[in-house]
């Protein structure tokens, strides 16, 4: 089936306590069915000093289930919910279902 998120998408979150706030799609991963959006579930690490990296307290993102997220629309950067439509030179391409826009490029 089709991946209905995908890398570099613009999503808002739908629960939760980032609910509301929009980000990037930074990976997929659909084996979990869960995503990293950039700047949303911000968690507070600890980390030891390596010979590349400081050490301390860092602050990262981390995984937001694919059911809590929904693609921005196009159009007015609500959530919207995503459908498929079929080309007239065979490609598939992703809709937004509340105003028809197309999501692919």
């Known amino acids: 089936m089709a991946a209905k998120i995908r890398k570099g998408d613009k ?7 980032d609910k509301g706030r929009t980000g990037e799609v930074i990976e997929v991963r659909p084996r979990e069915s ?6 949303v579930n911000m ?3 600890h980390q030891r000093q390596t010979a590349r990296e400081q050490g301390g307290i860092i602050a ?8 809590n997220l929904a693609i921005s629309d196009p159009k007015d950067g ?3 919910r995503v459908g498929f439509k079929l080309l007239k030179d065979g490609r598939k391409v992703r809709i937004a279902r509340r105003s028809g826009e ?4």
């Open 11 to 17: 999503v808002v979150v739908l629960t939760g306590r």
């Open 34 to 39: 869960r995503a990293l959006v950039r700047g």
């Open 43 to 45: 968690v507070r690490r």
């Open 60 to 67: 990262k993102e981390s995984t937001v289930h694919l059911s």
């Open 78 to 80: 609500k959530p919207t």
């Open 102 to 105: 197309q999501i692919d490029g």
